[in-house]
Every structure is written in structure tokens, then in C-alpha cells.
């Protein structure tokens, strides 16, 4: 039988920590700094890569992906050192997806040219909002004439290009929102990430909020009539949602992405990156050191910034599928839930079908458009009702 992780594929995810300035909302781990030592970073993100890569030989990469932090910042000839060295390690795929995240700022769009001839295939740009007003209010450093040179460019540069926004702003209509996603379709891309503006802790906009100091953002009701509206407008204008905050034309979804969400492998390069490898039975997390400067430390004390490498436990691979496919229009593959040691309750399956929450086709368990707006619950409520097969349970005694 196809080895689990093989039925979701294999990545690598590669993280470059530096941004220009920090954004009041983000809590990804990025940092703003004056100087960086280019040749230290190649040489430390090459060290982390093949480090890892000897532990998990013979595979077929499907997707490399340069998140951040603002990776466009990333001088063009570490991104091709990477690649080069990915693409010797393992056998790439003949389509190998590379994504590039980028800011739509001159200073990037600059060096476009540089990253496509690099290998980069696919670029994502956080154009956030077509909204110059709320540029100003998200902090970020670009404006809408920017954002949409940078997206033309990107458009002739590369293969794909996707763009990122946030709604649920301050002071944001429906009526207002609607427009401006008009105005994204317009531009015809061929994939959307719209996320809703989540007010993360630690963040300046958290301490804002709590200051009292963050009026007019949507309540619950609202945020709910946005997210319906999206997706409703998307999928009229042919950008289906393939998951609850991205859509695309039909064959333009984010292959990396999707690996996440059907728990397949990747592995996890730079500070603060995640990974997870399957070895057989067994399913290991590893995790980097998150802070640049302590990262770089680590890679030349041990040759990589690994500072967790743990076994999950044997349930967790189960439940990871459970919680990302069911984020996915395509569902959960009930019998591939089975074949991980994982089955849900039949009691459930008819509660939420009866609900019109989802659908079943085969052994695939569908959420529908009510069910993909109410996600979040939906997987709580089946992650209580499923239990280990009965396969799981023997092998758990004999073990
Ligand atoms: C790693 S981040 C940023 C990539 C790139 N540096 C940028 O800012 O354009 C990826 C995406 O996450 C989204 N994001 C980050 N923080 C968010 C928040 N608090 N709420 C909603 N979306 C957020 C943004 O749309 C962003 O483009
Ligand atoms: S949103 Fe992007 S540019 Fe802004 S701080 Fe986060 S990673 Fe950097």
C-alpha cells in the first residue's frame, strides 16, 4: 500500500525571518533588522537543509515554498542555492512547485526577474487591501498603486501569481468589501488568499484593542455575513474556495499548501519553521530555534537549528488529517482517516448531514457551504466523536 505521507505529498519550506518594518497585526516570526550577514545565512540555510535531508533520502519534492517574514528580501542567489541544493538531495517532481512570498515594494519587485531565472515559479504578494485608507490603518509599508505595478509585474514574470488580503478591517461594510473584492477579481488572479484580520496576542493591534484603542472592527455577525459574501462572489466569478481562506481558478491551488492541510511530509529550513517526517509507522515534529540570531547560533554549534525532534504520538497523525482536510471543499477521505488508525462515530457522520453541514460521496465526508463557514466547530465536534480503530487499539497493546 502508498505509504501515508505519500498520499498528501512532500515539501520543503524554507523561512526568512526579515522584514522592512513590523506590521501591527503580524505575529509571524519576523524581525527588523539593520544588517545581514549574506554569506553567514546562505551558508547556515544550506548546513539546516542538508542536515536534515540525510535523515529522509530517496523522496520526490513536489513544492518548495520561501514563507517569511518577507523572503523577497532574500537575496535571489541564496533562494537559487537553495534550490539548486534541494533539487540534488532529492528527485524533484517534473512540475516542482517553487513559491516566493512578497511584499509589493519597489525593492522587491526589483529583483523578480532574479528570482524566476532562481527557479521561483509561483509568486504570492501581500497586497492585503485595494484600499489606501486601510493600508494605512494594517501599517504597511506600500500603497494600492504599488501593490497593483508589483502584481503586473509578477503576472509577467512568473507562472502563477497569487495575492493576499484582510478583511474584517476597522470600519469595513459588507457594501464596502464587496466593492473591493470586485475590484480583486478584476485583476484576475488566478489564486486569492483572503484571510479574516484576527487581533493576535502579543501584537501592537492586541494592545490596542485592549487599550480600547481598535474601534469599528466587524462583530461576530458581520464577520460572518464577509466570509459568506466572499465566498459567494468568488465562486461566481469562477475562484471556487478549495480551502476556507483560499481560492483559485480549478488546477491553480497551492500545492505546498494543500500538504499542510492533507498531512502529508515536509521538512522545515530556517528559524522558527516546523516540520513533519513519516518513517514508516512513526511521525516526528521538529521545530527550529525561532530567534535569527540564537538560530544561526545553533546551525554552527550542530551544523542545523533544530531544537525539538519529537515522536507524535500515535493518534496525532489522524488527527492532524481530520483537522486540515476538513478545512478542504474536498473533504475527508473517511477511509484514509481509517487506514491512520482513526474512525469517526456513524451518529456524528448523520448528525451533520442531517444539519446540512456536509455531504458524503464514497467514503469522502464533504463540508458544505455552511459547513466550510463553520468550520472551526465542525472539526471540534468530530475530533471529540472519533476513536482509534480497532487495528490502532491492538497495535497500541502490543506495542
Ligand atoms: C507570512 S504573512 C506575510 C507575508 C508578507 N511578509 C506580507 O506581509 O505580505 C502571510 C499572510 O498572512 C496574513 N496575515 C498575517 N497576519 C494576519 C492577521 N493577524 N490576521 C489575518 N491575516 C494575517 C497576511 O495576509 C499575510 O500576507
Ligand atoms: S505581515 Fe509580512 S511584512 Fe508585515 S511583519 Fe508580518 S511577515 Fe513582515
Known amino acids: 500500500m502508498t505509504e501515508n505521507w505519500q498520499e498528501a505529498g512532500f515539501g520543503l519550506y524554507v523561512h526568512w525571518p526579515f522584514c522592512e518594518a513590523k506590521c501591527p497585526y503580524c505575529d509571524f516570526n519576523s524581525h527588523v533588522t539593520g544588517y545581514v550577514d549574506e554569506t553567514r ?15 529522509l533520502p530517496d523522496r520526490r519534492l513536489g513544492s518548495i515554498f520561501f514563507g517569511g517574514g518577507t523572503p ?35 525593492v522587491e519587485t526589483g529583483r523578480f526577474h532574479a528570482f524566476r531565472d532562481a527557479g521561483v515559479n509561483r509568486v ?31 503576472r509577467d514574470v512568473f507562472d502563477r501569481t497569487s495575492f493576499d488580503l484582510i478583511y474584517a478591517r476597522q ?10 473584492l470586485g475590484d480583486a477579481v478584476a ?25 480600547g484603542r481598535l474601534p469599528g472592527l466587524p462583530d461576530d ?43 502529508g511530509d515536509w521538512v522545515g529550513v530556517g528559524p522558527g519553521a516546523h516540520g513533519r517526517l513519516t518513517w514508516g509507522t512513526e511521525r516526528r515534529a521538529t521545530r527550529a530555534v525561532s530567534m535569527p540570531e540564537a538560530w544561526l547560533g545553533a546551525v554552527d554549534a550542530n551544523g ?15 488527527d492532524e488529517y481530520l483537522i486540515g482536510a476538513l478545512r478542504l471543499r474536498k473533504g475527508l477521505d473517511l477511509a484514509r482517516l481509517n487506514r491512520l488508525g482513526s474512525i469517526v462515530r456513524l451518529d456524528a457522520l448523520d448528525t451533520l448531514m442531517e444539519e446540512g453541514l456536509a455531504s458524503c460521496h464514497g467514503t469522502v465526508l464533504r463540508p458544505t ?23 490502532r487499539a491492538s497495535h497500541k497493546l502490543s506495542s
Open 41 to 55: 545565512w546562505r551558508d547556515a540555510l544550506l548546513s539546516d537543509l542538508r542536515h536534515q535531508a540525510a535523515c
Open 72 to 106: 523577497s528580501r532574500m537575496p535571489p542567489d541564496i533562494a537559487a542555492a537553495i534550490i539548486a541544493e534541494a533539487r540534488r538531495l532529492w528527485t524533484p517532481a517534473n512540475d516542482l512547485e517553487i513559491t516566493l512570498e512578497a511584499n509589493p515594494t519597489s
Open 221 to 263: 455577525d458581520v464577520q460572518a455575513d464577509l466570509y459568506l459574501a466572499t465566498d459567494q462572489i468568488l465562486e461566481r466569478c469562477g475562484m471556487p474556495s478549495y480551502e476556507v481562506s483560499n481560492h483559485a481558478v480549478p488546477g491553480r491551488e497551492c500545492r505546498h499548501n494543500l500538504t499542510y492541510w492533507r498531512a
Open 304 to 318: 542545523h537549528g533544530l531544537i525539538e525532534q519529537s515522536t507524535l504520538p500515535s493518534d496525532a497523525h489522524a
Open 187 to 211: 485583476l484576475q488572479p488566478d489564486h486569492l488568499s483572503v484571510y479574516q484580520l484576527t487581533i493576535e496576542p502579543g501584537t501592537v493591534f492586541a494592545r490596542r484593542h485592549d487599550a
Open 171 to 180: 470600519g469595513q461594510t459588507l457594501d464596502d468589501w464587496r466593492s473591493e
Open 124 to 154: 504570492s504578494l501581500g497586497v492585503q487591501s485595494l484600499r489606501n485608507r486601510d493600508l494605512r490603518a494594517l501599517g504597511r509599508t506600500h500603497d494600492v498603486a504599488q501593490a497593483l505595478r508589483a502584481l503586473q509585474l509578477a
Open 369 to 391: 457551504a455552511r459547513g466550510r463557514a463553520l468550520c472551526d466547530s465542525i472539526i471540534a465536534y468530530l475530533a471529540a466523536r472519533s476513536e482509534p480503530t480497532c487495528d
